[in-house]
């Protein structure tokens, strides 16, 4: 008997693969997420997940592809829906990213990125966290910085909120977000936007 086609005219994914791989990448998230990136072993994985370890080495060799179908697994980020106003916008949008590290653990996903940083499969699955986290804050601000000034922007503000979690172990504060995007959005004059 012939596999189904799927959309793209490629085989369709078995139903039992297709759970096994959801079942080992929510496993392997939860992990990462709860115990860091270090736990993300095979054996724990599959322990957690109900799978023997053979599985896992079958379909993902290495840790670092547990990692990435982990870190995959979050989907799209979170984002502020946009309503005009630049300063509340940026705020609000700031707030989400505060309360994505909260709710999903990103800043031990964050931090177990930074760890594999030098490997080229992290380093993409990093690159398209970034591209998804930040491309609203690089089109909220393109009207009012460009070039290096509009990358500086967007780093100090995601910064303002990552640094914190990942140096700390603290969220930061609307005050804190709200003061940051004030001096980003100063005109100069030092009283803050206009």
Same mark, same amino acid.
């Given at each position: 008997?012939?596999?189904?086609?799927?959309?793209?005219?490629?085989?369709?994914?078995?139903?039992?693969?297709?759970?096994?791989?959801?079942?080992?990448?929510?496993?392997?998230?939860?992990?990462?997420?709860?115990?860091?990136?270090?736990?993300?072993?095979?054996?724990?994985?599959?322990?957690?997940?109900?799978?023997?370890?053979?599985?896992?080495?079958?379909?993902?060799?290495?840790?670092?592809?547990?990692?990435?179908?982990?870190?995959? &697994?979050? !989907?799209?980020?979170?984002?502020? *829906?946009?309503?005009? +106003?630049?300063?509340?916008?940026?705020?609000? =949008?700031?707030? %989400?990213?505060?309360?994505?590290?909260?709710?999903?653990?990103?800043?031990?996903?964050?931090?177990?990125?930074?760890?594999?940083?030098?490997?080229?499969?992290?380093?993409?699955?990093?690159?398209?966290?970034? &591209?998804? !986290?930040?491309?609203?804050?690089? *089109?909220?601000?393109? +009207?009012?910085?460009?070039?290096?000034?509009? =990358?500086?922007? %967007?780093?100090?503000?995601?910064?303002?909120?990552?640094?914190?979690?990942?140096?700390?172990?603290?969220?930061?504060?609307?005050?804190?977000?709200?003061?940051?995007?004030?001096?980003?959005?100063?005109?100069? &004059?030092?009283?803050?936007?206009?």
């Amino acid at each position: 008997m012939a596999a189904a086609e799927g959309r793209s005219g490629e085989p369709a994914e078995d139903a039992r693969v297709a759970r096994t791989r959801a079942d080992v990448a929510r496993a392997a998230l939860e992990v990462l997420t709860t115990e860091g990136s270090d736990a993300v072993t095979h054996a724990r994985v599959a322990e957690l997940a109900g799978y023997s370890k053979t599985t896992l080495y079958a379909h993902w060799p290495g840790r670092l592809d547990l990692i990435a179908m982990a870190i995959e &697994t979050l !989907g799209d980020m979170p984002h502020h *829906e946009l309503t005009g +106003d630049l300063r509340a916008d940026v705020i609000a =949008e700031l707030q %989400v990213f505060r309360n994505a590290i909260d709710e999903l653990r990103l800043d031990r996903i964050l931090a177990g990125m930074a760890q594999w940083a030098s490997v080229e499969q992290m380093a993409q699955i990093r690159n398209k966290v970034n &591209t998804d !986290g930040q491309h609203q804050m690089y *089109e909220m601000l393109s +009207d009012r910085f460009s070039g290096p000034a509009l =990358e500086a922007v %967007v780093q100090m503000l995601t910064g303002v909120v990552a640094c914190p979690a990942l140096m700390y172990g603290r969220l930061a504060s609307d005050d804190v977000i709200t003061a940051a995007v004030d001096i980003v959005l100063d005109d100069g &004059t030092g009283r803050g936007p206009q």
